[in-house]
């Protein structure tokens, strides 16, 4: 008998602890093969410290529940190992290391042990509006808030995973980026291709919804108080929360 | 090159590691001390003087004019030692208006059990010329209870540029007491580049730089200290001349029950003089020390000096932050390490990088 494993993210009964305080309760969600969901929720909600429990960060400890990732349980693994299985992120806030240049970090995310400027580097560069000179630039040294945005995408199409984090891809970038970047976000998790093609999973984080306008996410979850207290189509949820605000929005919901 | 069947081949892969090469490539010349003798003092051009000082002595009654004239005979013990019981050292004399493209190499070894090294060198760039000096200086695997005592003078001339890049690669049973004056005369520039990576018993070294009108003084220094190894290392700059300029830049890393103590002085003397320090220091275990000592005098309202030392662990931010592209816990250390050493020095040779990264990747094990 061939055990086929499953091919998702699934997460059972999650609840995690930051620096003592228990910050995400009961978390279930279940991302499909090929699947992108969106994630929304006012701050402090626990959006972000999911994404980083399911990276697995030292500071989010697990104290309950499962987070199973292509048919296996990963919150005993490093966060290295999880990423070698094919989980990447995009970061809000990504520290500034000196003496690391983005071209470095290009070769680390594509596995290459060269510190030279390769010519993958020098494409993916292009790809993402900046010149090969800003490569040399120290990781986030200087950046601004598009060019970290943009440098955290670059990072994950070097590295090619296949379920993406993305942690507010869309907040303090100008509108000539923001297309640009909607539409690599878009092709890095096979939006271009028809649905049964796809097989890269996707979540995101986002406040405005404004990258919504170049991905058509498959479902969206509302956080609140630590747990997702509502799930459903992205355009109803969003009107939902556009209309009355995250609360009513998701009384209406659990009522349902 | 030095054709000595007996002695062929035990020195060879030593003094490599210090950027020396017997072969020559992208060299203007070369000189060779191993313990008392000398093995190689040769230039490949004619706008270069080399030759052991001692000989040179003899041979340019002139040279008296530069002999302890940057530093003082009378300075310490050590320097008293070099001037009672000399054994050669280096004498570099670049012609006027010489622009040498391939940097000079020099290496002074030593290879005998309890040798006392003790050597006065002599490195004169006439005006409007530049050179590259690099020099390595090591100890043969094993060796024990050895001194080398290094006395060495610069005299960078009118408009002349000098980059002095320094490997120290001992043991941990060497001593170490380097003497350095450097004098540098109206719009001259002196870049110094120093780099010691591996265990030494005892180094404390604190180069006087005394900058003219216009001058310029810059010095870059990686410490690498591990094991029981003790380093004081340090430059005091006098901006003497108007308008004289400098920075100071050091990165020290400290491991196992190692102490660095890094030092920085600047004098700030006439009109329109400017100098920084910065002093970074990485921290990787509980047992070793760094002892940051950076310090600013103004002796003229005219003055612009500053400083900034630092001093901390791995930042686990960092570290987690290469782990999520997908290193693990020891890599992205190194990384980090790698990055925080990584200071930019022009035309040092292949060898020598690849030997520093390699040294980094090896040492970080296990941290």
């Not at chain 2, 310029?216 to 290392?233: F, I, N, P, W």
Request: hydrophobic share 35%; with cysteine; charged share 25%.
């Amino acid at each position: 008998m061939v055990i086929k494993l499953k091919y998702s993210l699934e997460i059972r009964n999650l609840a995690v602890d930051v620096d003592g305080q228990h910050v995400l309760k009961d978390v279930n969600l279940m991302i499909e093969k090929g699947e992108t969901h969106v994630l929304l929720g006012p701050n402090g909600s626990g959006k972000t410290t999911l994404l980083l429990s399911i990276l697995g960060l030292s500071r989010y400890k697990v104290v309950r529940g499962e987070i199973i990732f292509k048919g296996r349980n990963i919150v005993d693994l490093p966060t290295d190992e999880r990423v070698k299985m094919g989980i990447g992120i995009a970061f809000q806030n990504p520290p500034i290391i000196r003496g690391i240049s983005l071209n470095t970090m290009l070769n680390v995310c594509m596995g290459k042990k060269t510190t030279e400027i390769t010519d993958d580097a020098v494409k993916l560069a292009k790809e993402l509006n900046f010149s090969e000179d800003f490569l040399t630039r120290d990781v986030n040294y200087g950046f601004s808030g598009g060019e970290i945005k943009r440098s955290e995408i670059m990072q994950l199409i070097a590295q090619q995973p296949d379920f993406i984090m993305f942690d507010e891809p869309d907040s303090g970038v100008d509108i000539e980026n923001m297309e640009l970047i909607g539409k690599i976000i878009g092709k890095l998790l096979e939006r271009d291709l028809i649905p049964s093609r796809r097989k890269k999973m996707g979540l995101i984080i986002t406040h405005l919804a404004t990258i919504l306008d170049y991905i058509n996410a498959d479902r969206a979850h509302v956080m609140l108080k630590g747990k997702i207290a509502c799930s459903g189509y992205p355009k109803e949820i969003l009107d939902g929360i556009r209309k009355n605000g995250y609360e009513k929005c998701i009384r209406t919901c659990q009522e349902q | 090159m030095p054709k000595n069947d007996k002695q062929d081949g035990y020195y060879k892969e030593d003094i490599l590691k210090v950027g020396f090469d017997l072969e020559e490539k992208n060299r203007s010349g070369s000189y060779l001390q191993i313990d008392h003798s000398v093995l190689a003092e040769k230039s490949n051009l004619e706008d270069i003087e080399i030759l052991n000082t001692v000989d040179a002595l003899k041979k340019y009654d002139w040279l008296k004019d530069y002999w302890w004239k940057a530093v003082s005979p009378d300075k310490d013990e050590y320097t008293k030692e070099v001037d009672i019981n000399q054994n050669y050292g280096y004498f570099i004399h670049v012609k006027p208006g010489a622009k040498v493209e391939f940097p000079i190499q020099s290496c002074l070894f030593v290879s005998k059990e309890s040798t006392h090294q003790n050597v006065h060198n002599i490195i004169i760039v006439e005006e409007g010329a530049e050179v590259h000096v690099i020099t390595g200086c090591s100890a043969l695997h094993g060796v024990n209870n050895a001194f080398h005592i290094g006395v060495s003078e610069m005299y960078i001339k009118k408009g002349a540029k000098l980059t002095f890049t320094m490997i120290h690669l001992w043991g941990p049973e060497i001593f170490v007491r380097p003497r350095t004056g450097v004098i540098i005369e109206e719009n001259g520039i002196y870049i110094s580049n120093y780099i010691c990576m591996n265990p030494v018993k005892d180094l404390q070294m604190s180069p006087v730089t005394y900058c003219g009108k216009n001058a310029t003084a810059l010095y870059q220094t990686v410490l690498y200290a591990s094991e029981d190894s003790k380093m004081d290392v340090g430059s005091v700059i006098y901006l003497n001349g108007e308008n004289s300029k400098t920075e100071v830049v050091s990165r020290t890393v400290a491991r196992d029950d190692s102490e660095a103590t890094v030092r920085g002085t600047i004098i700030g003397k006439n009109k329109k003089i400017k100098g920084h320090l910065e002093c970074r220091g990485l921290m990787l275990s509980d047992n070793a020390i760094i002892h940051a000592i950076p310090e600013l005098r103004a002796e003229t309202a005219d003055a612009d000096l500053s400083h900034e030392a630092a001093v901390g662990k791995i930042s686990e931010e960092e570290i987690e932050y290469l782990m999520s592209r997908g290193l693990n816990k020891e890599e992205a250390a190194s990384v980090i390490v790698r990055g925080f050493l990584n200071i930019d020095i022009k035309d040092l040779p292949k060898q020598l990088e690849e030997e520093i990264q390699k040294k980094i990747d090896i040492s970080m094990a296990g941290i």
